[in-house]
T-cell receptor, first 114, second 112 residues
Framework: GAGVSQTPSNKVTEKGKYVELRCDPI?????LYWYRQSLGQGPEFLIY????????DSGLPNDRFFAVRPEGSVSTLKIQRTERGDSAVYLC????????????FGNGTRLTVT | GDSVTQMEGPVTLSEEAFLTINCTYT??????LFWYVQYPGEGLQLLLK?????DKGSNKGFEATYRKETTSFHLEKGSVQVSDSAVYFC???????????FGTGTRLKVLA
């Protein structure tokens, strides 16, 4: 079946611009996660949705980062006034939502801020 | 806070060699422990897991045992193949939460 889909796969933007990254989870998965992975590092937690609501957004680095999941399926990660330090691979994962359910990851969006 | 520490890579082995990738953790309560693998060009995928002390997770010839006394979850395989070349991530999930915490990853390269 279809896995987690992330678009675009690559995004290059100029410092100060606004970007949106999209995640389409596996159908029926109620939980959705955003992680950020910098070069040579492991995935760093950003935010977790259960259904439409953000159950834990403690990993968002500052108020330039925001994520939504209005219908409990597709999610968009929004970054305002991008900075060079935002350059990373942004990973989305979904799961069935029960505690300990395995995460299914997309291939990520590589964001480069010039 | 909770954290995972993995041995640094890259690890380079010949085919059929024995593999160990070390992972230790710091956590409050009793976490579940996981190994995820990322093959070239693919997303991370679950390799194995263990949810309580002394449990052994296994899959595709890989094994890891949850050792509470040493707070470790080392990944082992008796005979690696070229197709095992990938990046391996150790992760934990603290009981009662949904936030997975990952290690920095260990790159494995297996030579024919």
């Amino acid at each position: 079946g279809a896995g987690v889909s992330q678009t675009p796969s690559n995004k290059v933007t100029e410092k100060g611009k606004y970007v949106e990254l999209r995640c389409d989870p596996i159908s029926g998965h109620t939980a959705l996660y955003w992680y950020r992975q910098s070069l040579g590092q492991g995935p760093e937690f950003l935010i977790y949705f259960q259904g439409t609501g953000a159950a834990d957004d403690s990993g968002l680095p500052n108020d330039r980062f925001f994520a939504v999941r209005p219908e409990g399926s597709v999610s968009t990660l929004k970054i305002q006034r991008t900075e060079r330090g935002d350059s990373a691979v942004y990973l989305c994962a979904s799961s069935l939502g029960s505690q300990g359910s395995p995460l299914h990851f997309g291939n990520g969006t590589r964001l480069t801020v010039t | 806070g909770d954290s995972v520490t993995q041995m640094e890579g890259p690890v380079t082995l010949s085919e059929e060699a024995f593999l160990t990738i070390n992972c230790t953790y710091t956590a409050t309560g009793y976490p579940s422990l996981f190994w995820y693998v990322q093959y070239p060009g693919e997303g991370l995928q679950l390799l194995l897991k263990a949810t309580k002390a002394d449990d052994k997770g296994s899959n595709k010839g890989f094994e890891a045992t949850y050792r509470k006394e040493t707070t470790s979850f080392h990944l082992e395989k008796g005979s690696v193949q070229v197709s095992d070349s990938a990046v391996y991530f150790c992760a934990l999930l603290t009981s009662g939460t949904y936030k997975y915490i990952f290690g920095t990853g260990t790159r494995l390269k297996v030579l024919a």
